[in-house]
């Protein structure tokens, strides 16, 4: 498996995918405080032109690292169906367990570079153009992120999962919507109404995120603040892992492949 991981790798950084999708990501961060550094300017009364605002907008809406993930590992396999591509690797012997966890590792650290690169053009142009102070530290911004990789890290594996096993890639990203964004939706409502499903409801991303997280130019408050917040999100992120790993990995197994 190392040896097709390593050809993956290869593939990948010789491809245009990764540096079109980040750089494209680095520049809309560096002009989103742009805009907000010229209104900050020219516009006295502007309030919103501060590095807690900016950075605040991040912490608020920690769903995109997910949907970012999710995005670029899309990309990066995206023509796995065409030409026969994976009839072709197992007839080299690769076994698809190798194949499909190959392609979670890979899609893994690509998506994890990409975000290293696009953080650093955001925070690095937040703190240089925009004015502050900015009351929480950067290692408590970075404490947000760490505490949503795991999560992050399911999300790329389960559109390998969901694009491993359906060859068209619109029906599996709308099934990943559904998965990450409405099915925590309906778990939520429901366990209105159902008191088993309400401790299910609060422990799915999007639903804590939504609840449990306030990031704003009056109030900072995030669940990853707490030994038992910051434990919730990485054991959710890792059970998210586990089980979109093992539904791709039984998925994959009984595919036919063309």
Request: proline share 3%; glycine share 6%; aromatic share 14%.
């Amino acid at each position: 498996m190392l040896n097709y991981i390593k050809s993956e790798l290869y593939r990948v950084s010789h491809g245009k995918e990764v540096y079109l999708f980040t750089g494209i990501l680095a520049v809309l961060s560096v002009l989103m405080n742009g805009v907000l550094y010229l209104f900050h300017t020219f516009t006295p009364d502007f309030p919103y032109g501060a590095i807690r605002f900016s950075l605040n907008t991040l912490t608020s809406s920690m769903e995109f690292l997910f949907f970012a993930g999710m995005l670029l590992a899309g990309f990066l396999i995206s023509d796995e169906h065409k030409n026969g591509t994976l009839k072709n690797t197992v007839s080299f012997g690769i076994t698809r367990v190798q194949i499909f966890t190959g392609k979670c590792i890979v899609c893994s650290i690509a998506s994890f570079l990409s975000m290293l690169v696009i953080m650093i053009f955001y925070y690095g142009s937040a703190y240089l153009i925009l004015t502050g102070p900015d009351e929480v530290t950067l290692m408590d911004r970075l404490r947000g992120i760490a505490a949503n990789l795991p999560m992050a890290f399911a999300s790329v594996i389960l559109i390998v999962a969901l694009m491993s096993m359906i060859k068209r890639e619109m029906i599996a990203m709308m099934l990943w919507m559904f998965i990450i964004v409405f099915l925590p939706i309906i778990t939520f409502f429901l366990g209105l109404k159902i008191d088993w499903l309400n401790p299910v409801a609060e422990w799915m991303p999007r639903n804590y995120l939504n609840m449990e997280v306030i990031a704003n130019m009056s109030h900072y408050q995030v669940l990853w603040d707490t030994p038992e917040g910051m434990a919730k999100c990485l054991i959710s992120g890792i059970i998210g892992m586990i089980v979109f790993y093992m539904i791709g990995w039984i998925g994959f197994r009984k595919k036919e492949l063309v």
